[in-house]
């Protein structure tokens, strides 16, 4: 390391460890550095200045490179919303389902008090194909929820096979775009991400993807190949659950030793972790779930920083991904289905565990397991998994796994 780097590095040091001793920036959801909760919250490290905006594919609408996941609580929305704008995060997702239109109608709540700002903001919302197929009474309710006239981006929410992104689908996309009712069209992907990117770089109507994407992903040779492809269709890409949080949760030695390298650098690991998928130049923007301020700041603090993550920085959470194989799904359900004969959608329900374990949001992932078919919990008490478990890549203890989600859920 020469004279100037070592100074730098000793100036980030030294400055984030006065932050952290002011508030543990690492927080994912009301956490510390190391995944134990915070005792005593004293101050948060506000940005200073606005976040990054990039041009969204082939559309050039520049929207800012931190998104706001939209489940978060009405009461607190205003302020949150307005933080928000003053940071530069003026990519706003949201959904029918969240908090059951509950997020809708906060952001609509902030639109009626502030209509000037309605033409500030990338809007988002989505509408799920397992809730009906009336999708133009349904997105009526979305917009008058929004109080507003148009979305910038509308998603089929959830798909985990590209043929749901049907010729019906096309025809009606384009009859909204024509009514002025959305600008662009896509979908949200959690499951068979590869496949379903895959597919839409051969669709040229499709403007606009939000998927699974992270450290633990970004290096896969199909996942990798799949990006590039929707990349140079110019579809615009939005990473999310950029934590690759799992429906395993340990805290291992190898987390601790992670989360002291990237501290004495000047970071976290939370924020480690959302700057390799900022570093990679074809991602517009990563959408974040970002329940209070303190979590929104860490965030976007994350996002100004110059400092890019080196190459062995980038080699620790390669090497941690590895070794942290078999906690962590991929989201490649269809091997498991097909081991359950279609009965069971096992990935879905891995996500709801996840999100109890890694997020410890025990309402997402209530509300999220309570979308799953009705006969979901009866089948995972009487189905075998063992088939599913032996066919997993990662070697996951699916049978374990769904007893568990069996005491949380069902």
């Not at 303190?294 to 890019?308: G, H, R």
């Not at 009705?374 to 089948?379: C, V």
Request: proline share 4%; glycine share 8%; charged share 25%.
């Amino acid at each position: 390391m020469s004279e100037a780097e070592n100074k730098k590095y000793q100036s980030n040091r030294r400055d984030f460890l006065k932050k952290a001793t002011l508030f543990g920036l690492g927080s994912a959801m009301g956490t510390t550095l190391l995944g134990r909760p915070a005792q005593a919250a004293t101050r948060t490290i506000f940005p200073d200045g606005p976040v990054l905006r990039k041009p969204f594919g082939r559309s050039g609408i520049k929207v800012s490179t931190l998104s706001m996941g939209g489940m978060y609580d009405i009461m607190n929305n205003r302020l949150m919303l307005a933080k928000a704008l003053e940071w530069g995060i003026d990519y706003w997702d949201t959904a029918e389902m969240y908090g059951g239109g509950r997020s809708e109608e906060g952001i609509g709540s902030w639109f009626a008090r502030k209509p000037e700002t309605r033409k500030r903001i990338f809007l988002v919302t989505k509408l799920s194909p397992r809730r009906g197929a009336d999708f133009a009474s349904r997105l009526d309710a979305c917009l008058n929820r929004l109080n507003t006239d148009y979305v910038d981006l509308f998603l089929v929410h959830g798909i985990s096979s590209i043929d749901e992104i049907t010729p019906e689908l096309k025809s009606w996309s384009l009859e909204m775009k024509k009514a002025g009712k959305i600008r662009l069209f896509g979908f949200s992907t959690h499951s068979n991400m590869e496949e379903c990117l895959e597919g839409a770089a051969r669709l040229p109507w499709i403007d606009g993807i939000m998927f699974t994407y992270n450290y633990r992903l970004m290096h896969e040779p199909r996942m990798k190949a799949a990006v590039e492809a929707c990349h140079k269709a110019g579809i615009g890409l939005t990473a999310m659950k950029t934590q690759g949080g799992g429906p395993v949760k340990k805290d291992t030695d190898a987390e601790m030793k992670m989360a002291g390298r990237f501290m004495e650098k000047g970071f976290t690991d939370y924020q480690a972790k959302l700057m390799a998928v900022w570093q990679d130049k074809r991602i517009a923007s990563i959408c974040s779930q970002m329940p209070n301020l303190t979590i929104m700041a860490a965030n976007a603090v994350a996002a100004l920083n110059k400092t890019a993550l080196s190459a062995s920085d980038r080699a620790l959470l390669a090497r941690y991904a590895r070794e942290t194989c078999g906690d962590y799904c991929a989201g490649c359900g269809r091997i498991c289905l097909q081991a359950v004969h279609n009965r069971v959608p096992i990935n879905d329900i891995m996500r709801c565990l996840m999100y109890a374990r890694s997020y410890q949001d025990f309402t997402l992932a209530r509300s999220t397991f309570q979308m799953l078919p009705d006969e979901t919990g009866a089948l995972l008490d009487r189905l075998d998994f063992r088939a599913a478990e032996r066919s997993c890549p990662r070697n996951l203890p699916i049978e374990r796994l769904m007893k568990d989600a069996t005491t949380l859920f069902a």
